[in-house]
């Protein structure tokens, strides 16, 4: 067995000058001594160990081979091994060894720390990637004439809200050490970085609070006043959401799963909202819901008795790319969310005991949950409706993804499985109460995450795994997990106090942050612009030109204007007789 120990130039006995060891090798012989072998074969000597010394300063050469020429000592390495006498100092050896050994632990943690940090970033750059998703589904989900409009709306939802909670919402959500119920520290980032809170948290944690905003965009879509949006953008990402996921993610928080060791977890086990179906899609959902409601719905939306009119969105096109970015982002909003992959949960060396193989399993239940709810809305409402309606498809996809981000850590597959069916048929129930109660969501915003949010935090509370459950929340021994696995109740009572404290904080602020502006004019936009449409009435021209616009007003000269130009055909084209 053989390393590399140093690189250095030492004394050699008796007068001999120095010698330089660009290779010298350290080797156990048979009764334990060890070898140190002058690579120029200038000095040979033989220091007598212990078994256990030699083979310890084998394993600490090999361990430090990358930086041994940083660490080796000429001094202590004189004193240690005495080639003179040939006597070793097997005290001071092992004291040497000992602080080789703290140095490389030093540089393991930093190791370690750096590759999860990569890891949290790279899943922030994946939860941001999603707010393109949100875009490019809003945009084909809304009539052409409010493209640009809704799209804004998304470009701000990431600009303020990186603003708002830089100043306030990181502090308020995650500043400690504070009280149960509002952060106290962190506010503009003071202090940070700091043990337990780098850049890379703060970024991922503003990608979250982002998609809680977006979220209520697609509510409150198509009718709604420029200004409007940045109000409640700013007020959701700076002080609403940042509150509640301090109630249930900060360590510090009431009802968090992750509290600080000694306080006390409620009803024994604390909320496991694991990546956020309660934190962010209910929030969001709910907001969401207050400015439909304030609003009222769209022009048209609805017939003199009160039925149903579909306004189907533009572009199927930009309706599945969005669903596609949207579930590669989720790759990053439920996996991502364990923060850390370097974690071992057993022994060391194992390949499927540690963090990264619950960071696989996390994508793979959240794949399943998702699938199974398409699958389950596209049989569905082909029987309700006679079609295989492909929006109604994507919807039911990002339903069963909303569902399974409480739990997706702790639940097996196969119950992954489950919860997307149900997700599904909670999404079509929630779209038949909305047309039954007038309620207009151009995206199905409400119903898809605050009632398939709603369903996810329930569902974890019957269906999360012992096993998962000590790994992703350790130090609780005897922690409750899932009813359904033998748990009991308490994780499940949790449970049902979140889903009503969030509801009642969610719209005891921005059911009246709503209401406000409705009442100062500031909410709904005017029946003319309505029917007009944003993008003409209140950003200066359509995101598509329908006409050829040679001599456009106010062009004298009679040039073309600049962007893309789609012409309407005036031949009328008969389709072909079709014979049976």
């Known amino acids: 067995m053989h390393a590399a120990l140093c690189a250095t130039r030492t004394p050699l006995p008796n007068g001999m000058g120095t010698a330089k060891f660009d290779l010298a090798l350290l080797s156990c012989g048979p009764e334990g001594s060890l070898y140190f072998a002058r690579s120029n074969g200038v000095c040979n000597c033989t220091v007598a160990l212990s078994h256990q010394s030699c ?139 700091s043990p337990g809170f780098d850049y890379s948290y703060f970024l991922f944690q503003w990608a979250f609070a982002i998609a809680a905003a977006g979220i209520t965009s697609g509510s409150i879509a198509e009718r709604t006043q420029f200004v409007a949006y940045l109000i409640y953008s700013s007020v959701l990402t700076g002080f609403v959401y940042p509150i509640v996921s301090h109630w249930f993610w900060s360590a510090d928080g009431w009802a968090s799963a992750n509290r600080n060791p000694g306080d006390s977890l409620l009803f024994g086990s604390g909320v496991i909202d694991f990546a956020g179906s309660g934190v962010v899609h209910m929030v969001g959902g709910i907001a969401g819901l207050w400015g439909a409601v304030m609003e009222g719905p769209r022009i048209g939306r609805f017939d ?10 533009h572009s199927a096109t930009l309706v599945v790319l969005g669903t596609f970015m949207l579930w590669f982002g989720w790759y990053g909003f439920n996996p991502g969310s364990f923060i850390t992959i370097v974690k071992s949960y057993g022994h060391i060396g194992s390949p499927i005991n540690g963090q990264w193989s619950a960071v696989g399993r996390a994508a793979v239940t959240t794949t399943l949950s998702g699938c199974t709810a398409a699958l389950t809305t596209l049989f569905g409402k082909r029987f309700l409706t006679g079609h295989w309606n492909m929006f109604d ?78 790994e ?51 909410l709904r936009i005017s029946a ?29 000269a009679g040039t073309s204007e600049g962007g893309f130009l789609m012409k309407a055909s005036t031949v009328i084209v008969s389709p072909p007789d079709r014979k049976c």
């Open 472 to 522: 992703a929340y350790p130090g609780r021994p005897g922690r409750p997990y899932g009813l359904f696995m033998g748990g009991g109740g308490r994780l499940l009572a949790a449970h049902v106090v979140q889903i009503v404290v969030i509801a009642g904080w969610v719209s005891a602020t921005m059911g009246p942050l709503f209401y406000g502006l409705l009442k100062m004019g500031l």
């Open 393 to 470: 498809v994507c919807n039911g996809l990002l339903g069963g993804f909303a569902a399974i981000t409480a739990g997706c850590a702790v639940v097996d597959p196969w119950a992954a499985v489950i919860c997307g069916f149900v997700a599904a048929w909670m999404l079509i129930g929630c779209n038949l109460l909305a047309e039954r109660f007038h309620y207009d969501d151009p995206l199905e915003a409400a119903q898809l995450h605050g009632g398939c949010g709603a369903w996810g935090v329930l569902f974890t509370a019957l269906f999360a795994k012992e096993k998962f459950v000590n």
């Open 55 to 193: 083979i310890a300063l084998i394993f600490a050469s090999l361990f430090f081979a990358p930086t041994a020429r940083q660490m080796c000592s000429t001094p202590v390495l004189a004193v240690l091994l005495n080639a003179s006498s040939g006597i070793g100092n097997a005290t001071g050896a092992a004291e040497y060894i000992c602080s080789q050994l703290g140095t490389a632990a030093l540089v393991s943690a930093d190791i370690t720390t750096s590759v999860d940090t990569v890891y949290l970033l790279f899943s922030a750059y994946l939860v941001f990637a999603m707010q393109l998703g949100f875009a490019m589904l809003c945009a084909g989900s809304v009539r052409a004439k409010n493209t640009m409009n809704i799209m804004l709306t998304n470009v701000l939802d990431a600009a303020a809200g990186a603003l708002f909670y830089y100043l306030f919402g990181f502090g308020l959500a995650f500043g400690s050490p504070s009280n149960g119920y509002i952060g106290r520290h962190f506010f503009a980032l003071e202090s940070i970085p």
């Open 304 to 313: 003199n008795k009160g039925r149903p009119i579909a306004l189907r969105g």
């Open 528 to 556: 003319e612009e309505e029917i007009t449409g944003l993008d003409v009435t209140w950003h200066g021209g359509s995101a598509y030109l329908f006409h050829d616009e040679q001599h456009s007003v106010g062009n004298e």
